[in-house]
């Protein structure tokens, strides 16, 4: 069994910053690409921010220039840096990793969410 814990959310001012990390933990053989989706009230779940286990990075337009994504691979956790932040970024964010587990079965978990509120 797998599972992916979140942390980091909470309330910030516009401008202000937040970092949030996802950690995998359980029976894990590897780890392929994580990312971070948000989910706004009354809108549809959509992609912030992705990462494979190279290190190579998407972003949502609306996003770039102001969120770095990142992981620690010995950790098995996944982080996502967000300055600048707008009163649009708020959300529940959601971690998402693709995970082949020790019995070699490979799927895509989510994570519980974590709140962001952007608000003076």
């Known amino acids: 069994q797998v599972q992916l814990v979140e942390s980091g959310g909470g309330l910030v001012q516009p401008g202000g910053s937040l970092r949030l990390a996802c950690a995998a933990s359980g029976s894990i053989f590897s780890i392929s690409s994580m990312g971070w989706y948000r989910q706004a009230p009354e809108k549809q779940r959509e992609l912030v921010a992705t990462?494979?286990?190279?290190?190579?990075?998407n972003y949502a337009d609306s996003v770039k220039g102001r969120f770095t994504i990142s992981r620690d691979n010995a950790k098995n956790t996944v982080y996502l840096q967000m300055n600048n932040l707008k009163p649009e970024d708020a959300a529940v964010y959601y971690c998402?990793?693709?995970?082949?587990?020790?019995?070699?079965?490979?799927?895509?978990?989510w994570g519980q969410g974590t709140q962001v509120t952007v608000s003076s």
């Open positions: 998402n990793a693709g995970v082949t587990a020790l019995n070699r079965v490979p799927y895509r978990l």
């Open positions: 990462i494979t286990s190279g290190g190579s990075t």
